[in-house]
């Protein structure tokens, strides 16, 4: 069946940017995610990309996607201490009359000084 | 911006118990889904709802779940006698059409006893 996965932790100093890398099976997937849990908080949406696309960029955050070995990735540049959270990973396909999500295992990233 | 609102925002419920979540989708989107993350664990979907009829649902949706739109701006999700395991954090998502970018509320977390 479809998986997601993702590395479970990163840690970068505040300032420099950091890559979070996510692999997917589904090679019929439209949509891929990214959203970005803070502790206790809900899935905020931070960004997409349509799967004929290979980069799309917003503001400080920078989307990478390479289909053909169903890899994606997500740079955030200057990273502060305010995007430290879980970043979850996902894709949909569509399904019988929706799409369903779904997602990675989340990477934790954690800022330091 | 357009929200998903969710309630209550921590349920705690003994076992056996019917408990119900609501959430209010976005207003002008068409397609709904409910997903759960058990603490520590993915997001995981559990059903997607259309028309007003689902769409499709997980393993996990078996006969003591049920979701329903009693009037225009309701969505709610049923679990009938509730048990230990059900408890996780549920996340309603709404989308405008079947394969736009779903946005997510902020969550119910339900404690089941």
């Known amino acids: 069946g479809e998986d997601v996965e993702q590395s479970l932790f990163l840690s970068v100093r505040e300032g420099d940017s950091s890559v979070i890398n996510c692999t997917y099976t589904?090679?019929?997937?439209?949509?891929l995610y990214w959203y970005k849990q803070e502790p206790g908080a809900g899935l905020q949406l931070l960004t997409y990309?349509?799967?004929?696309?290979d980069m799309k960029q917003d503001q400080r955050l920078t989307v990478l996607l390479n289909k053909k070995d169903k890899h994606l990735s997500l740079r955030i540049a200057d990273t502060q201490t305010g995007d430290s959270a879980i970043y979850f990973c996902?894709?949909?396909?569509?399904?019988?009359?929706?799409?369903?999500?779904?997602f990675g295992s989340g990477t934790r990233l954690s800022i330091r000084p | 911006e357009p929200e998903v609102t969710q309630t209550p925002s921590h349920q705690v419920t003994q076992m056996g118990q019917e408990v119900i979540l609501r959430c209010v989708p976005i207003?002008?989107?068409?397609?709904f889904y409910w997903y759960r993350q058990i603490l520590g664990q993915k997001v995981e979907f559990l059903v997607s709802f259309y028309n007003n009829e689902i769409s499709e649902k997980s393993e996990i949706f078996d006969d003591q779940f049920s979701v329903e739109r009693p009037d225009g701006s309701n969505f709610t999700l049923k679990i009938r006698s509730t048990k230990l395991e059900d408890s996780a954090m549920y996340f309603c998502?709404?989308?405008?059409?079947?394969?736009?970018?779903?946005?997510f509320g902020d969550g119910t977390r339900l404690s089941i006893l």
């Open positions: 998502a709404s989308s405008g059409y079947s394969n736009q970018p779903q946005h």
């Open positions: 589904d090679s019929s997937s439209t949509y």
């Open positions: 207003s002008n989107h068409l397609y």
């Open positions: 996902a894709e949909s396909s569509l399904g019988s009359s929706a799409s369903k999500i779904i």
């Open positions: 990309i349509f799967s004929n696309m």
